[in-house]
């Protein structure tokens, strides 16, 4: 008999990458490979790269935990998946990080931006605005875990230092902001005063690489002594940050080890987050064949590059693990001791609902995953760190702190090629577009961005 050269492994609904029509997709495994093959009925078949790990790929599965949905809904379902976010009632996650976006404007015109933020584009949101917005995250979340203060460039904002004071008084458990640090770089009174927002507050640090042909192509501007004085500054007034790096293969991803033995000797660095590019905003012409690098491409890179970390230490994300992937460890002068690999998956899953449990050693895991959390006051952390050391073997780590920790993400974003209604059903990376609704990150970029509105108006009908 004829056989195929794939696998099939799974099936899901997918996106025509041409006119964002859902259409069915096959998940199968092809010369150890994972990939999604759709066909639209107007633009014909398409075969999408999206894991080169097998392996990794179906363990994903087994992380999943009961969805915790937010307290409050905006919209209906009525079109479906992806067509109703706002959140709709058929969404399976919360917001775990609300993002809101004070300004379209921004001091770079970066060749990547999905949001095509620039010096003269859009507007500043108003006061009024940016509080309803924070206000729309307290109502649905309650006491949101993390909320990140964005733009287009969010220190431009005119009342930036307003903005913060007013999310401080709301009960968000820890608030960043995202910025490309230029402002930090040219003021450390700026920078001493972000500090002033301490505890729970942390610098979300646009940090490619320190070399000036991958910023030029990611950013447009050698902005290699911008990032060294910006980091000089936080160091000098210990600010918590979180080095956020945009991956684009061939370009930058054999720099990711380099990145995090940086980030590593860094008083200020609480981790590193990759970020590989997402085809939207000003990336809609990225080639698909050769430029795009999958969540298992990122992982693998950094075992290979920074081998202080093995297979056991970076893990998936229960909340979204088709999209997150997570490494702790505590640094010290001496560098890092890798964290999760002593937690055993398997004492975390009950493999009967491949769910996460807190059984057996329930004290343990509470804390731990406490711990992890990014939404810990420094003093708790302390406190968490000092209380688990016992429980873990061989490991001597007197005096530890919040400054100890180190963490590393993987954050994947769906876009129209890779699209997986599971993962996007699972999406806990939320935003507040300008009608107050709170949009899946991915989809906002798809769909609900001002010059995507009408078209999503036509597809909507066209489910009807």
Do not use: W
């Not at 997709?25 to 014909?44: Q, S, T, W, Y």
């Not at 649905?140 to 964005?150: G, M, R, T």
């Not at 030029?216 to 918590?240: P, Y």
């Amino acid at each position: 008999m004829p056989t195929r050269p794939y696998t099939y492994y799974d099936f899901t609904l997918s996106l025509c990458p041409t006119c964002l029509k859902r259409i069915e997709a096959k998940i199968v495994f092809e010369n150890d490979k994972v990939f999604m093959l759709k066909r639209c009925p107007d633009h014909g078949r398409s075969k999408v790269l999206i894991a080169d790990d097998i392996d990794y790929y179906k363990s994903i599965r087994n992380y999943n935990k009961p969805s915790e949905f937010p307290h409050t809904f905006n919209t209906s379902t009525d079109y479906g998946c992806p067509y109703d976010c706002g959140l709709c009632p058929d969404h399976e996650q919360h917001s775990c990080l609300s993002i809101i976006e004070v300004t379209d404007r921004c001091n770079l015109t970066c060749p990547t931006c999905y949001a095509s933020s620039s010096p003269h584009y859009g507007r500043h949101r108003s006061l009024d605005e940016i509080k309803k917005m924070l206000d729309t995250i307290v109502r649905n979340e309650k006491e949101p875990d993390v909320v990140q203060i964005s733009g287009g460039e969010p220190t431009i904002h005119p009342q930036f230092f307003e903005i913060l004071d007013y999310a401080k008084t709301l009960p968000i458990r820890h608030l960043m902001v995202n910025t490309n640090g230029i402002r930090i770089a040219k003021d450390l009174e700026f920078t001493k005063r972000l500090a002033s927002y301490m505890p729970d507050f942390e610098i979300y640090l646009q940090f490619d690489a320190l070399d000036s042909e991958v910023l030029m192509k990611l950013r447009g501007e050698d902005l290699t002594k911008t990032r060294k004085k910006a980091i000089e500054h936080l160091n000098e007034v210990n600010l918590s940050t979180t080095l956020v790096v945009t991956l684009e293969k061939g370009l930058n991803d054999h720099l990711i080890g380099d990145v995090l033995t940086y980030a590593t000797k860094q008083k200020c660095v609480r981790g590193v987050t990759f970020q590989p590019t997402q085809i939207a905003g000003r990336l809609e012409e990225f080639n698909t064949e050769t430029d795009r690098i999958t969540l298992t491409e990122v992982r693998r890179k950094i075992l290979e590059q920074f081998s202080i970390f093995k297979p056991d230490d970076l893990i998936p994300v229960p909340c979204n693990p088709d999209a997150l992937v997570m490494g702790y460890a505590l640094k010290n002068e001496e560098g890092i001791l890798p964290l999760t690999r002593y937690i055993n998956p398997a004492d975390l899953l009950d493999n009967g609902k491949n769910t996460i449990v807190y059984e057996q050693d329930e004290e343990l895991h509470g804390k731990v995953l406490e711990l992890f959390s990014t939404g810990n006051s420094v003093d708790i952390a302390s406190e968490n760190l000092k209380s688990i050391m016992c429980c873990l073997p061989e490991i001597d780590a007197p005096d530890l702190g919040y400054d100890n920790l180190f963490r590393v993400i993987i954050m994947q974003f769906v876009d129209a090629y890779n699209f997986d209604v599971r993962s996007i059903k699972k999406s806990c990376v939320h935003i507040v577009n300008k009608d107050y609704k709170i949009i899946p990150f991915e989809t906002m970029n798809l769909f609900y961005r001002d010059d995507k509105q009408e078209y999503l108006q036509e597809l909507r009908k066209q489910t009807i």
